[in-house]
C-alpha cells in the first residue's frame, strides 16, 4: 500500500514563502514523475508544477518564477518552494505521483492535500 502524505500548507501573508513537502510511502515501488496540483474554492483542481524521475520540470504560467519543484530519490520526497505569494495562490495543493507498486501496475495516486493560505 502506497501513501502520499503532504506537508508544510499554512497561512502566510503575501509576499511571504512557504516550502510544501511529500513523501512516498509504503511498499517497494519505483516512481516515474511526480507533481503539484492545486484547487481554490470553486475552481477545478489545476497543474502547478511538474518534475520527472530524470529532473525536468514543468511549470504552470501563474507559478513560473516563483514556484520551484524539486525532488529527493533517496527520501522518495518531492518539495515544492513557494515565494512572492499571493492572495490567488490560496489552495489545497495536492501531491501526485506516477508509481509502480511492485507487482503492481503503473497508475496514479494522490495525497490528501494541505492547505495553503495567503492572507493579510
Known amino acids: 500500500q502506497v501513501q502520499l502524505v503532504e506537508s508544510g500548507g499554512e497561512l502566510v501573508q503575501p509576499g511571504g514563502s512557504l516550502r510544501l513537502s511529500c513523501k512516498a510511502s509504503?511498499?517497494?515501488?519505483?516512481?516515474?514523475?511526480m507533481g503539484w496540483y492545486r484547487q481554490a474554492p470553486g475552481k477545478q483542481r489545476e497543474l502547478v508544477a511538474t518534475i520527472t524521475s530524470g529532473g525536468s520540470t514543468n511549470y504552470a504560467d501563474s507559478v513560473k518564477g516563483r514556484f520551484t519543484i524539486s525532488r529527493d530519490g533517496a527520501k522518495n520526497t518531492m518539495y515544492l518552494q513557494m515565494n512572492s505569494l499571493k492572495p490567488e495562490d490560496t489552495a489545497v495543493y495536492y501531491c501526485n505521483a506516477d508509481l509502480q507498486p511492485y507487482g503492481q501496475i503503473r497508475r496514479g495516486y494522490w495525497g490528501q492535500g494541505t492547505q495553503v493560505t495567503v492572507s493579510s
Open positions: 509504503g511498499s517497494s515501488f519505483l516512481i516515474y514523475a
